[in-house]
């Protein structure tokens, strides 16, 4: 378990670079975009391309890490009155199914991209456009993976008790929110 | 095994399976049954790497985190006390100012319970108001400004519609106008409330201009905020993913640079956050693309639309009954996932009535800001719950006036479409 723990936390330290350069690039492109459109008259010809698959960069970057504590947006109408022991099951049986959902993602996202590599497509004036889709079946494999580890320790999903846990509250004044 | 697999979702999603797993799985069979092959759904997915607009959501979602973990919050407030506090039910009238400016910016996913309750809370009821009047008041708070520019709701309705393609362009300027109205309304509405059921109270400080000047010294540098958002908004001046990026690199020049209330350290830690909830949004709405593309394949809003028509024949029962629907819906879901799942539903049908989609975009949010009132699951109530460590009954009992009175808002916001169109 020692290889998972430590891949984990670099799989963790990665990630959380990986969202706050992505999120710099997007603020400082559509910055950049606007100087440039007001000074200049007009902006790089690809920046508009490069924001657009930087947004979906960033989407499935956040869907990622929200992955890793079961975060994601949810309904929990019955979950919330059962028992402690009962909520497990069903965190168990959730992910299972969320788990599957995903690799199915995943494995038709991987065509896709494929079909994609054959037809050539380019971005960004000549860049092949599989290389920037490739984030689609990746993410999904990892939202497979993280709910199959929840599955295994459904203790690492956020509780259902008070469902305010599934929201990014500011950690520092409740002392108590997602970790 | 074709309706098994429906009604298995429907108790998955009870349960507390993520939404953005249940639609993609809704959207995996409806495509697996046409007999349509199933990278679809990833290519449907896809579009979001197409639409310009949704830039505006992780740029406005992170100023709005920024703003709500810096000294911000405590200037707007001690601002409003400064501006408002003389009046009977100063108090109260601040919170309700202050709460609505606030979720504007950040968004109704609860942030304002938390970042401006904990401080408006102690305030009410150190002031005198009772228990009940003053969490039911914080409770209400944490959605009261979301028909005000610029908030992620009013941008992703408008982007669900021109992703339809079916209505005359909606652009998110004009909801942004459109929501002015109805807002202030609502605003309005339980202002007034509030004053004259404190009317025997005296105000607690009378006017004082050295205070206010203390106040907006303090609030200095953020006080230009709405202006450069809000009037470079709907003076035309910005696009509104241009107003976003430079409301996020204002927020950060002053509260980072400038003020240094956020460390640069916790820097990584508030983007990953604002990142979890951008995230979580973006991907239901992209997988929202393909389970709506299936819905319309299988014809199901003219479905729908026949099925209302034969029921219902005038507007005002339709909005009747969209309003009954709406409020259980809001109540049951989260704003997000019933914007991008039902709105493709129901604008057709609402289309077929004369509808404005506009207007329909104004009674869908307003009924969705209610719905996170609504006993027995809306989710004010229990991030308030948590919050303020009291049990969620005492939740309901506190919040039903406001309850009641948002109702009635949404009552005149419906049957009087002028209010909602009167300033496009």
């Known amino acids: 378990m020692k290889w998972l723990r430590q891949g984990r936390a670099v799989a963790e330290r990665l990630e959380r670079l990986l969202l706050s350069l992505l999120l710099l690039a997007l603020a400082g492109l559509a910055l950049l975009q606007i100087v440039q459109r007001n000074l200049l008259g007009s902006g790089f010809v690809w920046s508009d391309e490069l924001l657009r698959l930087l947004v979906l960069w960033l989407c499935l970057a956040g869907a990622m890490r929200a992955s890793r504590h079961g975060s994601h947006i949810r309904m929990d109408l019955l979950a919330r009155w059962l028992p402690p022991v009962g909520q497990r099951v069903v965190v168990r049986l959730v992910q299972a199914v969320t788990a599957l959902v995903c690799l199915v993602l995943a494995w038709h996202g991987g065509r896709f991209v494929r079909l994609e590599a054959e037809f050539a497509s380019q971005v960004l004036g000549g860049w092949p456009a599989w290389w920037f889709q490739s984030i689609v079946p990746l993410a999904f494999a990892v939202m497979a993976w993280r709910a199959v580890l929840l599955m295994l320790w459904p203790q690492q999903a956020e509780t259902f008790e008070g469902s305010a846990d599934a929201l990014p509250l500011p950690a520092d004044r409740t002392g108590e929110g997602a970790p | ?424």
């Not at chain 2, 998955?12 to 990278?39: E, Q, S, Y």
């Open chain 2, 1 to 424: 095994m074709t309706w098994l697999v429906p009604l298995a979702l429907v108790l998955l999603t009870l349960l507390g399976m993520p939404l953005f797993a249940v639609i993609g799985a809704a959207a995996l069979w409806a495509f697996h049954l046409a007999g349509v092959d199933l990278a679809v759904v990833l290519i449907e997915f896809y579009r979001i790497a197409e639409m310009p607009v949704l830039l505006a959501i992780p740029l406005f979602t992170l100023a709005g985190y920024l703003l709500s973990e810096s000294g911000a919050p405590a200037r707007l407030v001690a601002l409003s006390q400064a501006l408002l506090g003389w009046l009977p039910a100063g108090l109260a009238l601040v919170a309700l100012a202050a709460s609505a400016f606030f979720t504007a910016f950040t968004g109704a996913s609860g942030v304002t319970i938390v970042a401006l309750g904990a401080l408006l809370y102690p305030a009410l009821r150190q002031d005198g108001y009772d228990e009940s009047y003053s969490l039911g008041l914080v409770t209400t708070s944490g959605s009261l400004g979301l028909l005000f520019a610029p908030s992620l709701p009013l941008i992703l309705y408008a982007i669900v519609v021109q992703q339809l393609n079916i209505a005359p362009a909606v652009s998110v300027e004009a909801l942004f106008r459109a929501g002015i109205l109805p807002g202030l309304l609502m605003l309005a509405l339980l202002g007034g409330w509030s004053v004259w059921r404190e009317r025997h109270r005296r105000p607690p400080l009378p006017f004082d201009a050295a205070r206010l000047r203390r106040a907006l010294r303090a609030a200095l540098w953020e006080l230009p905020l709405p202006l450069v958002v809000l009037g470079g908004i709907y003076s035309g001046c910005f696009a509104v993913s241009e107003a976003a990026a430079v409301t996020l690199a204002y927020v950060f020049v002053v509260e980072v640079l400038v003020l240094r209330e956020i460390p640069l350290r916790r820097l990584a830690d508030i983007c990953e956050r604002a990142l979890v909830l951008v995230g979580g949004i973006l991907l239901i709405l992209g997988l929202s693309l393909a389970s709506t593309t299936a819905l319309i394949d299988g014809g199901v809003p003219e479905r729908l639309f026949t099925l209302v028509q034969s029921q219902v024949d005038s507007r005002l029962g339709f909005l009747l009954l969209l309003n009954l629907f709406l409020l259980l819906l809001g109540a049951l879901l989260d704003i997000f996932s019933a914007l991008v799942l039902v709105v493709p539903l129901i604008l057709p049908v609402a289309l077929g009535y004369g509808v404005d989609p506009v207007h329909l975009g104004i009674i869908f949010l307003a009924n969705m800001q209610i719905g996170y009132l609504t006993p027995p699951v809306g989710m004010n109530l229990f991030i308030a719950s948590y919050r303020f460590k009291r049990p969620v009954v005492a939740l309901y009992r506190a919040s039903w006036p406001f309850l009641l009175l948002l109702l009635l808002s949404l009552l005149l916001i419906t049957y009087v479409p002028l209010l909602s169109l009167g300033l496009l």
